[in-house]
């Protein structure tokens, strides 16, 4: 007599959410791609209204999508999820400056880990709610290719009391620029590259992590630098203030 093993409702959901998620990719109708040498950028078309969760074709026409256009999904506020149509062996290496502003639902983007390095635009991401729910080990992955974060581009709307409290940072960011994580009131440390690897950090704005933390002279930065090539004494004041 055989035995029939139920399958738990979660187990069930997940796989039935993974397999649709990447069965479903966006009709290119949905989309206007500007071609950028080899490669393409991509927005939302004018007049369409994106909800949930949606999955980006990684290409168009027969061209890699290399990037986000600037203010290309701006103000679409009922967007839960981005996914792309191959994963994170997407190419895109840059997200233009607002390109998920305002995407107040936003709580997941698929990052790539294919390309060498990537630009994260002023606003791009700001008051998205993507941080919140990333552990350790998915917040290193996501910003793993990271080498540049432009101003208030994960900013948090002040009225928002974001659960983030402590934010891993790669050791391959090269800029971080002014007030990139405001208000983020419940952050309370940030970590900076590892032992192993030290940061590469050459820009520093003012503030990037103003108003996050209950007082900002409480907030913890740790940084790791190779030693005898510490971090200019203007770039460490300017993490705080």
């Known amino acids: 007599m055989s035995t029939i093993h139920p399958i738990m409702d979660y187990e069930f959901v997940a796989v039935y959410e993974e ?6 990719v966006l009709n290119s109708s949905y989309l206007t791609a500007v ?3 080899s490669g393409c950028e991509i927005s939302v078309a004018s007049g369409v209204k994106l909800s949930g969760k949606i ?18 999904f701006l103000n679409q506020s009922d967007i839960t999820h981005v996914f792309w149509s191959n994963g994170t062996e997407n190419k895109v290496a840059k997200i233009g400056e607002a390109a998920f502003n305002q995407c107040i639902k936003l709580v997941y983007y698929e990052m790539s ?7 994260i635009g002023n606003a791009s991401f700001r008051y998205t709610r993507i ?3 990333l552990d350790e080990y998915q917040m290193k992955q996501f910003f793993e290719k990271v080498t540049s974060i432009q101003r208030n581009a994960f900013s948090m709307d ?6 983030l409290t402590t934010l891993y940072l790669p050791s391959g960011l090269k ?3 002014d007030v990139a994580f405001v208000n983020y009131r419940n952050l309370s440390q940030v970590i900076i590259g590892s032992s192993g690897n030290p940061t590469q950090l050459t820009t520093v704005g003012q503030g990037p992590f103003n108003g ?7 907030l913890k930065i740790t940084y790791y630098y190779k030693a005898g090539s510490p971090l200019s004494a203007d770039m460490i004041s300017n993490l705080k203030y």
């Open 19 to 24: 397999k649709s998620v990447y069965d479903n």
């Open 35 to 37: 071609n950028s040498g």
């Open 55 to 72: 999955t980006l074709p990684a290409t168009i026409n027969g061209k890699d999508v290399i990037a986000i256009r600037n203010n290309g």
């Open 113 to 119: 880990n294919s390309v060498t390095s990537i630009n």
């Open 131 to 133: 941080l919140e729910n």
């Open 158 to 163: 002040y009225d928002i009391v974001s659960p």
């Open 175 to 177: 800029s971080l620029e």
């Open 212 to 218: 996050s933390g209950i007082n900002v002279d409480q």
